[in-house]
Each structure stands twice: as C-alpha cells, then as structure tokens.
C-alpha cells in the first residue's frame, strides 16, 4: 500500500473512530442528564418510531462497534497489519449502515453527509490502496504470422 493511503486511512479512521466515541459518549451523558441543556443529544421525538426508548444503547452501539471498529482500523493500517484493509472496510460499510439506518428515523443533517461521504471514502483509499484499479500490463507477443 502507497504511503500516502496509508496515512489518508489512519487519519481517517481514526477522526470517524475518536468522534464516534466522543459521540457515544454525549448520547450516554445526555441520556442520563435529568435535562437535555448542554447536552448535544438529539430530541427524543426522533426516538418516537425506532426501537428505543432512550439514547442509551445507540450511544453505545455508536461509541463501541462504530467509534471502537474505526480505532481498531486505524491501529491495523497504522501498523501496516494485512488485516488492515479488511478492517477499514468492516468499517467502513458499518459507518454507512449507520448512517443509513440513522436517516430513517433523524433528520437530514449535514453531519451525516459528511460521514456518509467518510466512509465511501474509506472504502475508496481500500480499493485503491488494494491495486485494484491499477492499469493491467498486457505482454504482446510478438510472432512472425499474422
């Protein structure tokens, strides 16, 4: 792998993992908060037709598989491990499985374009730091019939 893609995936991975957790977090504080001022947690009407009841376990299911699936990533392609690339991508499709599903239930936010494009990105910078789009060296052979 380029040395340019592995520090584009190390840097991102580890910015989605550290706010993701970060973002697990506020949801986990803001859910047991006996008031929602300060806390960045979104309204708990967007809870109205999901499965939960409170903030609690989508801050940690946010936090723990999404932010800790990235730091993990991050560490592998940092340490040029070949389970690297495979991380990111778990990864990377989770961060999009969750933004996916987050939109039916919250708001078109800006934030979550923004994630959504970091995780195609992810799976990008794997692809390309996989080869898979390098050119094909065709040999010809030369022969004396045509």
């Known amino acids: 792998m ?12 580890a910015t989605i993992g ?20 300060g806390a960045i947690v979104p309204d708990r009407a ?3 037709d999901s499965p ?9 299911l946010l936090a723990v598989v999404v932010g800790g699936t990235h730091v993990l990533a991050a560490i592998l392609i940092g340490r040029r491990s070949t389970a690297g690339p495979l991380a990111v991508t ?3 499709f989770g961060l999009l499985i ?5 939109m039916m ?3 078109f936010s800006i934030l979550q374009a923004l994630y959504f494009a970091a995780g195609l990105a992810e799976l990008g910078l794997v ?10 060296r065709t040999s010809i052979r030369a022969s004396g019939t045509h």
């Open 105 to 107: 239930f919250i708001p």
């Open 90 to 92: 778990i990864a990377g």
């Open 2 to 13: 380029k040395p340019w893609i592995r520090i584009a995936l190390v840097t991102v991975t």
């Open 127 to 136: 692809i390309l730091g996989l080869g898979l789009f390098a050119p094909r």
């Open 18 to 37: 550290l706010t993701a957790i970060a973002g697990g977090i506020a949801l986990l504080v803001g859910s047991f908060a006996q008031t929602a001022s």
């Open 46 to 48: 967007f809870l109205g």
């Open 52 to 60: 939960f009841t409170s903030y609690v376990l989508p801050g940690l």
């Open 98 to 102: 969750w933004i996916f599903v987050q």
